[in-house]
């Protein structure tokens, strides 16, 4: 029984017995070194009868090995690979080095490592355990990460131990215990007897508590060597009470300790090889585990405690370190022999630097881009000339954005852009810091280091600075710069491209259109579209956004259903709200709420654990904006406030839109048409099909107010981007503003009339509401009723709440004594994700394929349907096939 951890024994057990009951849970153990992580861990493993149990650590040294912890967890499992999806299965072979990577996408590993551990837990529980995950290389702990916010229902047990004062183990999100210091009363009982009075107060003092600082302060205090110096912190007290243990013995001893210290994986084959050439004999070892210092098992040296490694390494000169990691270097090759090499070094060494050029190659084609990052850092600082330098220094940025590190990414770029004047690389860096601005939702700094980027390579490369003032444009758009989209404008001119090139004409086209030139903009964008057939997805999302901003709602729907089926065929996870943001956006046009806000709501929370700042809060505001429409203010006006905040605090009007638009919706469905009306007008101006859409509200407001003079420009601009685009949904919402402004009912009809020929239930609905009304207020309530009736029941199966009561009052007005009540639809009882899995259970799909689509074990998907089968009065999938699901 662990000394006076009653407490935390209990949390531990409490989270193997929901393994056992088949959920899964994750807890992080956080404390200082010493505190009694590891032991608990131990804990955990000897409490796991019945349960398998896999076992992980981070090694200090093996810090820039990308998966080297995750492959050391996962070895015992790698039989059970071909279990697991292909793509899947293919990540975790690359990144292990088993086979070539065959991905882009690091958060691919992630979920590889979620379906390995839900595959070992299907015949009992699985206890997994990782201690001091500080040390976890980047890229194992990204996928660790990603992995544990998405267990379920596996019956999986995930115990994290790290120290207090690292930040390396990304813990955002996931349930942490810290681990204090012991009380008094057990602090003594663990010290036990055997020290004088004045020495064990000294130590219980010093110790405060931590359990491995009482039993190796008191040994120190027993040899004499506990110094009496004044306070200092605990870690340091503990370093200096192991380097006594180590000054105690020979100097042959000593050194060979610092050679196992240095050698990240103590093989003992490469530490004698290393000792040899350094001139210490094999027999030195024998001292070091006699002391309990070390112990060899399986070839392996272990030392005792990390601190006791630290202690070993950091107890000699930095000279003879510098001679232990040349000596090192002559034993290892490939990757460690070049990181030996590099810290043997004392100047700039080309040759060197060339071996850890290399070395970040190779870990970049396995994706471990931190690591990639360092490597091209290390190899810049030994670079002998200033142009590689920079160039290194340029890899090193990408490498760090691409492993989610933006102010190291940003720091890299800035000390890069001071050592060159190559356009090539002044582009690329300027490329590398518009994207970690976009990340972090600045629209108009990311812009603005296009726009330098395109300036650079002008001359060198115009079809690259096409590229990117392409990219540049949608930023603008976000910024809401006029000064910036005129700098674009120019130097899009200044290229020596031919008018005509395909490029040029669709940059052209959305600086125009965004710029608020609508007729010479939309020609060119429609001429993209007509031509746009790219099967891959990034080309894909470059055609749904321009089709987003060209209003082709129709062909919108076609591609972003295309680009989200192919981000989650590909596992380009990063890419993924993106393309559930574009396709949840076609699902709300087109009347699809449930879908928009399941779709949404995944991507948010993708966008979340991917660190993703932008998208996220595009996400937030779909889903305000849907709340709103549902009457939800609760949900609603957090989400909206936080999206409003987002756009103000990071100068991206453009993002505000949506949340401006949602708050407006609730001040409408509550009859506050002032404050609706006000924000409305307020918003950033659009000349996107998005103004549009948003119209039909600011009129609606404004004629219940009676100051219809209030939309005239906004209604201006709507009719020159319809009469530009010609689209049917647009023209049918202009027609209902016709109505309200002009109370004509030829208008209204008109309005009918062009929603049949493109269904939008949601507008749809509104517009017989708004017609309905006109004809009952005009004592036609015969002629309004079925009008009225068609309105609730669209609204009424949307779930618009607000809209359904308004539609049941005017019904009641209409003369309509008892309203139908709709059939309540089983699925209504459903959670979002059970209706994912089950729609996508009738199709066939296994719940290996469901796991995969959703990101998800297949475990999870098992639970889904165990729970969702009973709320639809079915029991087992054949059963599927009789039911509507595109009703649910």
Known sequence: MLQGRAEEIEAVEALLAGARSGVSGVLVIKGEPGVGKSALLEHAVYAADGASVLRGAGVETEVELPFAALHLLLRPALDRLDALPAPQAAALRGAFGLAPMATADRF?????????????????????????????????????????RRLRSEGVALLVAARDDQDAFPTAGLPELHLGGLARD????????????????????????????????????????????????????????????????????RRMLAVAAAEDTGALGIVLAASGALGIPAEALEPAELAGLVRVTGGVVRFRHPLLRSAAYQNLPSAQRRAIHQALAEAVSGDRRAWHLALAATGPDEQVAESLEQSAERSGARLGYA?????????????????????????????????????????????????????????????????????????????????????????????????????????????????????????????ALPREDSLVRLTRGLGLTYGGDLEAGYPLLSEFLEQASSSHVAGQLVAANVAFVAGRLDQAVELCTSLAAGCRAEGRIRLLPFALNHLAYTQVVTGHHRDARDNAAEGLQIALDTGQAH???????????????????????????????????????????????????????????????????????????????????????????????????????AERWTALSGEVWAR???????????????????????????????????????????????????????????????????????????????????????????????????TAQELQVVRLAATGATNR???????LSPRTIGQHLYKAFPKLGISSRTELARLDLDRL
């Open 732 to 830: 049918a919402l202009l027609a209902r503003c016709h109505g309200l402004l002009n109370d004509s009912e030829e208008h209204f009809t008109r309005a009918l009339e062009l929603h049949r020929l493109m269904p939008q239930p949601y507008e749809q609905a509104r517009t017989r509401l708004a017609y309905g009304e006109w004809l009952r207020r005009r004592r036609r309530k015969a002629e309004a009723r079925p009008h009225l009736r068609e309105a609730h029941e669209a609204f009424d199966r949307l779930g618009a709440r607000p809209w359904a009561e308004r539609a049941a009052a005017e019904l009641r007005a209409a003369g309509e004594a008892t309203l139908t009540r709709r059939r309540v639809d089983p699925g209504t009882a459903l």
């Open 849 to 855: 394929d469901i796991a995969a689509h959703l990101l």
């Open 108 to 148: 691919l590993v992630g979920l590889a490592t979620l379906s390995l551990l839900s595959e070992l837990a299907e015949e009992r529980p699985l206890l997994v355990v990782v201690d001091d995950a500080q040390w976890l290389d980047q890229a194992s702990a990204s996928a660790l990460v990603f992995a544990s």
């Open 371 to 495: 690591a990639m990052a360092t490597a091209y850092e290390r190899s810049a600082q030994l670079s002998a000339e200033r142009s590689h330098m920079a160039r290194r220094l340029a890899a090193a940025a990408v490498a760090a954005k691409e492993a989610g590190q933006p102010s190291r990414a940003a720091d890299l770029s800035e000390r890069a852009t001071h050592l060159t004047d190559d356009p090539v690389t002044l582009a690329r860096l300027c490329e590398v810091r518009a994207a970690v601005a976009f990340d972090e939702g600045s629209p108009r700094r990311a812009a603005r280091f296009l726009l330098d980027g395109a300036a650079h390579i002008s001359d060198a490369d115009p079809r690259t600075a096409a590229r990117l003032l392409m990219a540049a444009s949608h930023n603008v758009w976000s910024a809401a710069d006029p000064a910036l989209a005129a700098e674009a404008s120019r130097l899009l001119d200044g290229l």
């Open 615 to 717: 998208p996220a809060a595009g996400l937030r505001g779909q889903l305000a904006w849907l709340a709103a429409v549902e009457g939800d203010e609760e949900r609603c006006r957090p989400l909206a406030e936080a999206g409003v905040e987002f756009a103000v605090s990071h100068r991206a009007p453009a993002v505000g839109l949506l949340p401006v638009w949602a708050l407006a919706m609730l001040d409408l469905t509550q009859g506050r048409d002032q404050a609706a009306l006000d924000r409305l007008q307020a918003r950033p101006g659009g000349s996107s099909h998005f103004g549009t859409r948003i119209v039909v509200d600011e009129v609606e407001a404004a004629v219940r107010l009676g100051t219809p003079e209030r939309v005239r420009e906004s209604m201006a601009l």
């Open 186 to 253: 057990d602090a003594e009982r663990l010290l036990g007897d055997g020290l004088p009075a004045q020495l064990r107060e000294q130590v219980l003092k010093e110790a405060d508590g931590n359990p491995l600082a009482l039993i190796e302060l008191s040994e120190a205090a027993r040899g004499g060597e506990l110094e009496m110096a004044g306070p200092l912190p605990l870690t340091r007290r503990l370093l200096s009470a192991f380097a006594g243990q180590i000054q105690r013995l020979a100097e042959p001893t």
